[in-house]
């Protein structure tokens, strides 16, 4: 009689990390992945290359190879970070999941503290940088992005978090069962409303490369995830709506009071021209924001998947 063969065992930690030009660092960072879990529990690190251009995926390739507990997922094409982290979270096991970025900027070393802190009676653990060691220019416009996506979305985020933390597993399922095409990872934890607590980590300078995301990067994320979050511009534009009609109240009350106390003038060219180009653009402004949301409509309505999977190594 065949033997069934055994189903493979639930580890305890699941480590999801979203690679991109890191080929140098995959290496340093599985194994102090798992010489600071390994004496609290079975670990499986998911690494997911988002078409990286460099060697990242063969570095992958290389260490799932040589060890079990490492799969590689390889994007068809760069699809960004967080859906890079959707490819990770929906493939992992484990009881707790730790999402970090490759390039080691926050310690692996931390990664028992949170952990600590979560069994303590929390589902989400997030880190906290202090003294970050990024450059002037990106911590402003990282501080810019999260104030204006705050104020946009009607949500409070905290400059000093990304997405380095740990996640009970009750987390991780109910973000794989949102069925939205835009994915960003902390804005979707956020939501889920589980209590959340936050531990301060250390933050490293960059040992390779540098940061994927500039401004435009960040704006054109900023804007998806505005318009995939919030409805809050619609609201902004109907609240402008109502201060230009008052406004032209006021201005027609004004003019019949004038023309019935004699002090009628010739209206200026000037001030005609300005009133016809400032409606019109604000108009136009409105209909390009209702534009947005309905071109957003028509990519939902497609339904296509938010990431294509090219290959996998030593799937779990």
Same mark, same amino acid.
């Given at each position: 009689?065949?033997?069934?063969?055994?189903?493979?065992?639930?580890?305890?930690? /699941?480590?999801?990390?979203?690679?991109?030009?890191?080929?140098?660092?995959?290496?340093?960072?599985?194994?102090?992945?798992?010489?600071?879990?390994?004496?609290?529990?079975?670990?499986?690190?998911?690494?997911?290359? $988002?078409?990286?251009? $460099?060697?990242?995926?063969?570095?992958?390739?290389?260490?799932?190879?040589?060890?079990?507990?490492?799969?590689?997922?390889?994007?068809?094409?760069?699809?960004?970070?967080?859906?890079?982290?959707?490819?990770?979270?929906?493939?992992?096991?484990?009881?707790?999941?730790?999402?970090? $970025?490759?390039?080691? @900027?926050?310690?692996?070393?931390?990664?028992?503290?949170?952990?600590?802190?979560?069994? #303590?009676?929390?589902? +989400?653990?997030?880190? @906290?940088?202090?003294?970050?060691?990024?450059?002037?220019?990106?911590?402003?416009?990282?501080?810019?992005?999260?104030?204006?996506?705050?104020?946009?979305? $009607?949500?409070?985020?905290?400059? /000093?978090? #990304?997405?380095?933390?740990?996640?009970?597993?009750?987390?991780?399922?109910?973000?794989?069962?949102?069925?939205?095409?835009?994915?960003?990872?902390?804005?979707?934890?956020?939501?889920?409303?589980?209590?959340?607590?936050?531990?301060?980590?250390?933050? #490293?300078?960059?040992?390779?490369?540098?940061?994927?995301?500039?401004?435009?990067?960040?704006?054109?994320?900023?804007?998806?995830? &505005?318009?995939?979050?919030?409805?809050?511009?619609?609201?902004?534009?109907?609240?402008?709506?109502?201060? &230009?009609?008052?406004? /032209? &109240?006021? &201005?027609?009350? /004004?003019?019949?009071?004038?023309?019935?106390?004699?002090?009628?003038?010739?209206?200026?060219?000037?001030?005609?021209?300005?009133?016809?180009?400032?409606?019109?653009?604000?108009?136009?402004?409105?209909?390009?924001?209702?534009?947005?949301?309905?071109?957003?409509?028509?990519?939902?309505?497609?339904?296509?998947?938010?990431? +294509?999977?090219?290959?996998?190594?030593?799937?779990?």
């Amino acid at each position: 009689m065949p033997q069934l063969s055994a189903a493979p065992i639930q580890p305890l930690f /699941s480590v999801v990390v979203p690679v991109y030009c890191c080929a140098e660092c995959v290496a340093e960072l599985a194994a102090r992945v798992f010489t600071v879990l390994n004496p609290l529990g079975s670990v499986e690190l998911i690494l997911v290359c $988002d078409a990286s251009p $460099d060697a990242s995926w063969a570095a992958i390739k290389a260490l799932a190879t040589s060890d079990p507990r490492v799969h590689g997922v390889l994007l068809s094409r760069n699809f960004g970070q967080h859906y890079a982290i959707a490819a990770g979270l929906e493939r992992s096991r484990g009881e707790w999941v730790y999402v970090m $970025d490759c390039d080691l @900027q926050d310690p692996p070393e931390d990664m028992p503290a949170l952990y600590a802190a979560a069994i #303590a009676g929390f589902d +989400v653990v997030l880190g @906290q940088r202090h003294n970050r060691q990024d450059h002037a220019l990106k911590r402003f416009n990282s501080a810019l992005f999260y104030r204006t996506l705050g104020f946009l979305t $009607d949500t409070r985020f905290d400059p /000093s978090t #990304a997405n380095f933390g740990i996640y009970r597993r009750i987390v991780i399922d109910t973000i794989n069962q949102m069925p939205e095409r835009s994915r960003f990872f902390p804005l979707m934890v956020h939501w889920t409303g589980f209590n959340s607590s936050k531990v301060p980590v250390k933050h #490293a300078r960059r040992a390779h490369g540098g940061s994927s995301y500039s401004l435009g990067k960040l704006l054109r994320l900023g804007i998806d995830i &505005i318009l995939s979050y919030s409805d809050k511009p619609l609201r902004l534009v109907v609240n402008l709506g109502f201060v &230009i009609s008052l406004l /032209s &109240i006021v &201005i027609a009350g /004004s003019a019949v009071v004038s023309y019935f106390a004699g002090d009628v003038t010739v209206a200026g060219f000037t001030s005609l021209v300005a009133s016809i180009w400032l409606l019109g653009g604000i108009l136009l402004s409105s209909v390009g924001v209702v534009g947005l949301y309905v071109g957003r409509i028509h990519q939902a309505v497609k339904n296509r998947p938010y990431y +294509v999977v090219q290959a996998i190594e030593n799937h779990p």
